[in-house]
């Protein structure tokens, strides 16, 4: 079964930076999106960042030029940097991957995702 393990979260001040992980295994999709989108209490789900299998990348556009979403095939791990975080970046930060490329974006609702990763910036 496809699995999903984030880490990197921590707490850190304003203007700081982290890059977070997620290492996936169990898929078998030749053609893929993956992503990262967080969640804070009582607030909605926010798409973050989005790379496909093509490495077509976006972003929601709160993050744009700070946030770079990569991927290490051979690892089979997914990466976030997070540079100059801001206290609104703040939130439990989740991976996810689904075989719907056509609809690759940061908003996608993936199928697959992991049990996150807490980034608390202040």
């Known amino acids: 079964h496809v699995q999903l393990v984030e880490s990197g979260g921590d707490s850190v001040q304003a203007e700081e930076s982290l890059r977070l992980s997620c290492a996936a295994s169990g898929y078998t999709y030749r053609r893929y999106c993956m992503g990262w989108f967080r969640q804070v209490p009582g607030k909605e789900r926010e798409g973050v960042a989005a790379?496909?299998?093509?490495?077509?990348?976006s972003y929601v556009s709160s993050v744009q030029g700070r946030f770079t979403i990569s991927r290490d095939n051979a690892k089979n791990t997914l990466y976030l940097q997070m540079n100059s975080l801001k206290p609104e970046d703040t939130g439990m930060y989740f991976c996810?991957?689904?075989?719907?490329?056509?609809?690759?974006?940061?908003?996608?609702?993936?199928?697959?995702w992991g049990r996150g990763t807490q980034v608390t910036v202040s």
């Open positions: 996810g991957i689904d075989q719907r490329i056509a609809f690759c974006m940061p908003s996608m609702s993936f199928y697959h």
């Open positions: 790379i496909d299998s093509d490495g077509r990348t």
